[in-house]
């Protein structure tokens, strides 16, 4: 009988380990099983991860420069949205993408990999970590950890560098992608070439660069920028740039340049004259959906929170300036000065601090021949003399329509819209039409509700200013000819029945560019 039960307890104990093991290999295999968020390949090229991703080529060069082809092979399309390097669950260096792979492979340029995986031709090759982040069809983001055997060259450029995903070849079509602050620098290299972000963009090293000069303009008057920049609607935070020349900005000088759908935030640019954050001086140019928030000062004229001059029918549209600007003349909250036949649309500048010693706007500093402002506004501080809330100067022709200014003004020769207006040798005309002003403006000599002071004439259509808002009691300095005062009633310009869009057919605000508020001023869609 005790033979018989110890052979019992033998059985019994075999069961129990029985059990035990298969709870381990259970628990072993959800570690390892393709729901995790990170899982990994390693040896190999062509080894599958467990959520479909192969890797089957990649490539270094000791410059850090990589390209990496990847193949889904997951049944779905997925987006890859960052390729990058760790440690310690740390990323030390990171790509930015959105590109969806459906089937098959693609191929990715990266920039700065030897961090983490130097490289040198005579290595032939090594061991590197690439970590791929993506997104599937229904919004599950995926990352996916490969240590994979990779080629060490001397020059991983392309032979085809259009099938690659963040190179590019520099056509529209398919423009060079930029990923880090070096990229953003090497325009210098093609200033006739195409380029878009892959990413956003920290350019915080900057600071050190070129003797503390930081960022170089890319262009100048010898050799200008003439390709194209499109932001993507990513962001570029940091850039620095401390120069004592002319011309700065990301673009120092360009011409027949395009620059469109960029944001720039936490800029630091200094320079001398024709000072802006996204340009210096932009000729025959277009600037479209540019958005700004940061610090500019130049020491003379001409400087802007986005540009600081353009001229010669550039074009600035649909753009938005929240910046400090320190001056000497000629500065304004979106640019600084504009010249021959150029416009300025759908933009408008707010809490900023706009300072100048001469020909200070909320919206341009100067506005001459013949060039054109609609539908902007401006809620901004700016301070000097021969100061507006939209325009500090404007002569020679041109037209300001449909804008409105509800900021405040201190200084000398003063309006709400207009500082000063002036006709000029040639006598062309200037124009005011349908626009109006709530801003505080200081009181003193020349200083009125809507224009300061003329040298010549302005005809005035249509348009208000409130006389207990402002201060001021008149208009402009021949009194009240074209202008409707209103006292104290802000609120007449609020909601799709105020004054803006109440006006007489063909003078109203179009609802398609202005959005009505109930309880506040009309506002750019």
Known sequence: ?????????????????????????????????????????????????????????????????????????????????????????????????????VSGAK?????????????????????????????????????????????????????????????????????????????????????????????????????NWNSEAGFGPVGNTNNPFTGSLDGKEKTIYN??????????????????????????????????????????????????????????????????????????????ANSYSSVDINSGESSGGIVGEAWFGSVIRNSYSSDSNIKGAYQVGGIVGQLFEDSNVYNCYSTSLIQGAVIGGIVGHMGNGGLLEKSYFAGSVYGTQAGGLIGVAENGDDEKEINIINSFSTGFIETGEYNNGLIGDYVGDATITNSNWDTNLSGQSNCNQDGNSGCTPTNNQASLYYGALGIPFASSPGLEWSTDIWQANENAYPTLR
């Open 1 to 101: 009988m005790r033979g018989q039960g110890t052979i019992e307890y033998l059985v019994i104990l075999a069961i129990v380990v029985v059990i035990a093991l298969t709870v381990v290999a259970l628990f072993a295999g959800i570690a390892s099983s393709p729901s995790t968020q990170i899982s990994s390949s390693a040896g190999k090229l062509g080894s599958t991860s467990g959520g479909g991703i192969i890797v089957t080529e990649a490539i270094i060069d000791s410059q850090g420069n990589a390209i990496v082809s990847f193949q889904n092979a997951s049944g779905e399309t997925v987006t890859v949205n960052k390729i990058s390097q760790g440690k310690d669950n740390v990323d030390i260096t990171e790509v930015f993408f959105n590109e969806q792979i």
């Open 107 to 207: 191929s990715f340029y990266l920039t700065d990999f030897n961090k983490l995986c130097e490289c040198s031709a005579e290595l032939n090759s090594r061991n590197c970590e690439f970590i791929i982040t993506y997104t599937t069809l229904n919004n599950l983001t995926k990352t996916e950890k490969f240590t994979v055997n990779t080629q060490c060259v001397s020059n991983v450029t392309p032979k085809e560098p259009e099938n690659i995903i963040g190179l590019g070849n520099g056509t529209l079509a398919n423009p060079w992608i930029i990923n880090n602050c070096t990229e953003l620098q090497n325009m210098n290299q093609r200033l006739d070439g195409n380029y878009a972000l892959g990413g956003d963009i920290n350019c915080y090293e900057t600071i």
């Open 239 to 316: 850039l620095k740039i401390y120069q004592t020349t002319i011309r700065v900005g990301l673009i120092g000088y360009g011409e027949n340049a395009t620059l469109t759908n960029l944001n720039l935030v936490d800029f630091n640019v200094y320079g001398t004259y024709n000072v802006g954050s996204l340009g210096g001086e932009l000729v025959s140019s277009e600037i479209n959906n540019i958005t700004a928030s940061g610090f500019v000062q130049g020491t003379s004229h001409s400087n802007g929170g986005i540009v600081g001059q353009i001229a010669y029918n550039s074009s600035i």
